[in-house]
């Protein structure tokens, strides 16, 4: 299950040093060639207090905010090249649904849809159980 990681990103300006958070997930490899997300691309993201969910969608959707899709290169083989696919999430998103960092969240997908959501507890539970 994908994670959300937290980054504390120290920037040194003229007029002194600050710290800057940040919230990132890897969408998962499936996902993101099935999506044909590509490095620099721009999706529209959306969320859902009532639900706890957050929607990336590919064309610009009402009262959405733009998110930047990020590639790195992770692996080469077979001459083949594996990049993992990054999004970073804004802050107000993480503060509206509750998210806390190294949380694991179900990340999954339809047609044109990216949907971003905190893990069933019971979803662990059961699993160990089998």
Do not use: C, W
């Amino acid at each position: 299950m994908p994670k959300l990681t937290h980054q504390i990103k120290i920037k040194k300006e003229n007029y002194g040093t600050y710290k800057h958070d940040s919230y990132n997930v890897v969408i998962p490899y499936k996902t993101s060639q099935e999506m044909q997300l590509s490095d620099n691309m721009i999706v529209h993201a959306t969320i859902s207090e009532k639900t706890t969910t957050m929607r990336l969608y590919k064309k610009p959707v009402k009262n959405s905010v733009q998110i930047k899709i990020r590639h790195k290169l992770t692996k080469t083989y077979k001459n083949q090249r594996y990049h993992s696919t990054r999004i970073t999430i804004p802050i107000q998103f993480v503060k509206s649904l509750n998210f806390i960092k190294n949380q694991s969240l179900e990340i999954y997908h339809t047609q044109n849809t990216i949907v971003i959501k905190k893990q069933l507890k019971n979803y662990n539970q059961n699993s160990s159980k089998s």
